[in-house]
């Protein structure tokens, strides 16, 4: 059991709702049996629309801000992010993570989530930084839709605790 924190504020389900990886985070073809994966769609995704995460193409505008977010998942095979378990990827791991499973690679995609979207992570501060310096709620859409991919969503909450820990009053 990790002893990492690891405390994404949306869950899995609010992510694909929110609009994330295109409609096809689980519709990339990777040899896998989709039936395999009923638990984690009976368990997260029941009742929502198979588009918002089978779909067969990426589609930008089922995004939450309507880009093109990601590298594609030839990439990350590449890159040799990928886990035996989850061929799939990092949201493939929290799905099932949140579902109580969990597995040798746990802390290592925590160590991922919190420098990525954890209350120090890199894309966080990034974030906070540009809305603070423009005062631009809107700005930076790659950065936000990315960190929407990880479970994060910009707040005021947040962004007032980042401006105390980089003492920007």
Known sequence: MSTLRFEPILTPRQVIEAGAFGGNY???DVGA???AYKEVFDYHFKG????LYLGETYKPKLNAFK????MPYEYWVEQGWMHQRDPYGWFEWWCKYSMGLRGEDDDRQISRWQNFAGR????R???YKKI????????GKRVQQSLLHWGYAVNEEDFADWKMMNNKQ
């Open 26 to 28: 689980f519709g990339v």
């Open 33 to 35: 049996n989709l039936d």
């Open 125 to 127: 501060h990034n974030i």
């Open 48 to 51: 929502l629309d198979t588009s």
């Open 67 to 70: 880009i093109r977010s990601g």
């Open 120 to 123: 120090t992570g890199r894309w």
């Open 132 to 139: 603070y310096d423009s005062g631009d709620w809107t700005i």
